[in-house]
């Protein structure tokens, strides 16, 4: 399969901008809730740097994180797991969703998974939808000749 660095840049950053829409715009309209994860890698920093950052540097920080690692990090899952691209950015989605939610939160004095709340489940779509976007774009930006299956052995995407 050849993913190039340019195949990995869109796919993350359709991604990371698809997540900050949905962040900002769609999670207040159905949970009541804004995603601001810059927060999160603001109380990081204070805690694990002792270095106090804008919230805007946050911003930068986690878009950056989103466009370029998540997108990596959808394409190591299919690697790893061999399964489709797609479904590899589903099972991303839900990992990254339970580092940020499950393991980075009590560590900035939030309680696991904050509780189960609406800011985590809207962080659920938030995560898996954004992997799921950067899965679908690594495929559709393949090569023909690697999207269209060789007859008897499938579509390995």
Request: aromatic share 10%; charged share 5%; glycine share 12%.
């Amino acid at each position: 399969m050849s993913i190039t660095l340019r195949n990995l840049l869109v796919a993350g950053l359709l991604a990371e901008v698809a997540f900050e829409g949905y962040a900002w715009f769609i999670s207040p309209l159905i949970f009541g809730v804004v995603l601001q994860p810059a927060n999160l890698i603001v109380a990081l920093a204070n805690i694990g740097l002792g270095v106090s950052l804008p919230y805007w540097i946050g911003f930068l920080v986690h878009f950056s994180i989103g466009a370029i690692g998540f997108s990596s990090f959808v394409l190591v899952t299919h690697l790893v797991t061999r399964m489709n691209l797609i479904l590899s950015g589903a099972i991303a989605g839900l990992v990254l969703w339970f580092v940020a939610q499950g393991l980075l939160a009590p560590v900035v004095g939030r309680s696991f998974m904050m509780g189960f709340g609406a800011y985590t489940q809207s962080s659920l779509v938030g995560h898996v939808g954004m992997t799921l976007i950067a899965g679908f774009v690594l495929l559709k930006l393949r090569p023909v000749q690697e999207r269209t299956p060789v007859a008897g052995l499938g579509d390995t995407a």
